[in-house]
């Protein structure tokens, strides 16, 4: 298992719902022995933060910006791209349905199945990205090409499996395509993912065409948008997660944007 990757997640479970605004609701209850105002206070702010985000009708509030910045590309055939990359999104562990073997995950199948399409209507080579951070046996990408092979009936060209993070993939996976002379990919990855995965991708010198799947905003908002459930919880997490991936990808790779 890689220590960054570990690391990482911790620090993101501290930072993201909803473990924070737990944290935040136990510290005011703290606070409110000595400051009862302000402790109480907070632990209320915890409580209906936790709430909103919670709603389809809040994780929406941060999921709809990063999206409409990632529109579904329209005529692939038009992007004048030389190949395709799919980076990968997790896995299942020791799936029981297929013998044991770990498998993409849904997140991950959404991407290939995405990616499987482009390359029926373009006849581009793929690149999968993905290493194995989690300490599985086999990389990300390894997985997914599997999946692509028996599930969508498409090839891989190249496996770029050695990758903990974003920018990794983008490192590696340039240097496989620049060794082969590719210069222009579509990129493959959720909507939410999108923003700073072609940020980074772009600093390596590669051009990118964005070819965003999994939108989960489009939607329109019922009255079902507005009763808590874990799922939104989960959307606002990822939101979070990747406004607060774009700021430090600002910071620490600021001079290559």
Same mark, same amino acid.
């Given at each position: 298992?890689?220590?960054?990757?570990?690391?990482?997640?911790?620090?993101?479970?501290?930072?993201? /719902?909803?473990?924070?605004?737990?944290?935040?609701?136990?510290?005011?209850?703290?606070? #409110?022995?000595?400051?009862?105002?302000?402790?109480?206070?907070?632990?209320?702010? $915890?409580?209906?933060?936790?709430? %909103?985000?919670?709603?389809?009708?809040?994780?929406?509030?941060? %999921?709809?910006?990063?999206?409409?910045? $990632?529109?579904?590309?329209?005529?692939?055939? =038009?992007?004048?791209?030389?190949?395709?990359?799919?980076?990968?999104?997790?896995?299942? +562990?020791?799936?029981?349905?297929?013998?044991?073997?770990?498998?993409?995950? /849904?997140?991950?199948?959404? +991407?290939? +199945?995405? &990616?499987?399409?482009? =390359? +029926? =209507?373009?006849?581009? /080579? @793929?690149?999968?990205?993905?290493? $194995?951070?989690?300490?599985?046996?086999?990389?990300?990408?390894?997985?997914?090409?599997?999946?692509?092979?028996?599930?969508?009936?498409?090839?891989?060209?190249?496996?770029?499996?050695?990758?903990?993070?974003? #920018?990794?993939? #983008?490192?590696?996976?340039?240097?496989?395509?620049?060794? #082969?002379? @590719?210069?222009?990919?579509?990129?493959?990855?959720?909507?939410?993912?999108?923003?700073?995965?072609?940020?980074?991708?772009?600093?390596?010198?590669?051009? @990118?065409?964005?070819?965003?799947?999994?939108?989960?905003?489009?939607? /329109?908002?019922?009255?079902? $948008?507005? @009763?808590?459930?874990? &799922?939104?919880?989960?959307?606002?997490?990822?939101?979070?997660?990747?406004?607060? &991936?774009?700021?430090?990808?600002?910071?620490?790779?600021?001079?290559?944007?």
């Amino acid at each position: 298992m890689s220590l960054t990757w570990l690391l990482s997640n911790m620090l993101a479970a501290l930072l993201l /719902p909803p473990l924070s605004l737990i944290l935040l609701g136990l510290f005011g209850l703290l606070l #409110a022995r000595r400051y009862q105002r302000t402790g109480k206070s907070m632990s209320v702010l $915890a409580v209906l933060l936790l709430l %909103v985000l919670s709603t389809g009708a809040g994780s929406r509030l941060l %999921v709809r910006p990063l999206e409409v910045r $990632a529109l579904p590309i329209i005529d692939p055939q =038009q992007s004048h791209a030389q190949a395709i990359v799919i980076l990968g999104g997790g896995r299942l +562990r020791a799936a029981p349905e297929d013998g044991g073997r770990d498998m993409p995950s /849904p997140q991950t199948l959404l +991407r290939l +199945r995405h &990616g499987a399409q482009l =390359q +029926r =209507q373009t006849a581009l /080579p @793929i690149l999968v990205s993905g290493g $194995a951070p989690d300490g599985g046996v086999e990389s990300e990408a390894e997985l997914m090409a599997r999946s692509l092979r028996e599930d969508f009936l498409v090839s891989v060209k190249w496996i770029e499996d050695t990758s903990d993070n974003t #920018a990794q993939n #983008a490192m590696h996976s340039a240097e496989q395509l620049k060794q #082969a002379g @590719i210069t222009h990919v579509l990129l493959v990855t959720d909507a939410l993912h999108m923003n700073r995965a072609k940020m980074i991708f772009r600093s390596t010198g590669l051009n @990118i065409t964005p070819a965003p799947t999994g939108f989960i905003s489009q939607k /329109p908002l019922t009255v079902d $948008a507005y @009763i808590p459930t874990a &799922g939104a919880l989960k959307d606002s997490h990822y939101a979070l997660h990747e406004w607060i &991936g774009l700021l430090w990808y600002q910071l620490r790779y600021d001079d290559k944007f």
